[in-house]
């Protein structure tokens, strides 16, 4: 272990070692410890916490990364009018990849994410509301977040303030829980303010399968429809910006 990356070895034949893998922890730390198939990563260097590896398969970030490709790769998308962007948070937050069509832009900058202190929940959905209101926003289209969380909000805005800001922007937010360190109650809080909905995940298939079920409810919610209707004469049509008109 330095503060790269943990790599594995094994040495239950000590004249021929074999290695198995590499997982990324870019910090430094204090201790470690391997218990039952688990890392357990005491961290420094003004990062407090421990980090938690399962050696069967890997970080959540591996796992967190390989689920959000079966987002950005849902077939439903339409790049000639639907946008991506990417923001990731810890102690802060940050915008890795602004509104784009190009979705394999997208997913290169999800491939690069690294995992980090902090969870400042609130952050991160500011940052995004910050984007999806802005001028390289789609102004016909319809706006969500999913918001995926780990761990517990520790730092930051207020997750409850911020998700009524993107609510009152007419932002849907998606929540996913993934694992049994994260904050159901305030995911399902987030989602209900702006009307989406929280999912539960406890491993990569049932994160992807979060996904899943989240591209296809965006699906039905975004698809355009076209209404002819007979109005009398005198009666007053107000445009209230969702279609047009």
Known sequence: LDASSLQLIDISAPAAPVFMGSFATPYGYRDLEIQNNWAYIALNNGIDG??????STGPKINQAKAAAQ???DFNGWNPQSDQMALVSYASS???DRNLTSNFS???TAVNNLVSNGGTA???GINT???ELISARANPAAL???VLMSDGQTNSGSSSNTAAITASNNNIIIYTIGF???ADAVELQNIANQTGGQYYAASDQNSLAAGYQLIAQSIQVLAQDANIIANFSNGTLIVNDGNAIL
Do not use: C, P, R
């Open 50 to 55: 421990i980090m938690t590896i399962d050696l």
């Open 70 to 72: 079966t987002f950005i």
């Open 93 to 95: 937050s940050t915008l």
């Open 105 to 107: 832009l997208v997913k």
């Open 121 to 123: 929940t609130g952050n």
């Open 128 to 130: 995004a509301t910050t």
């Open 143 to 145: 706006k969500f977040q």
């Open 179 to 181: 694992g049994e360190d």
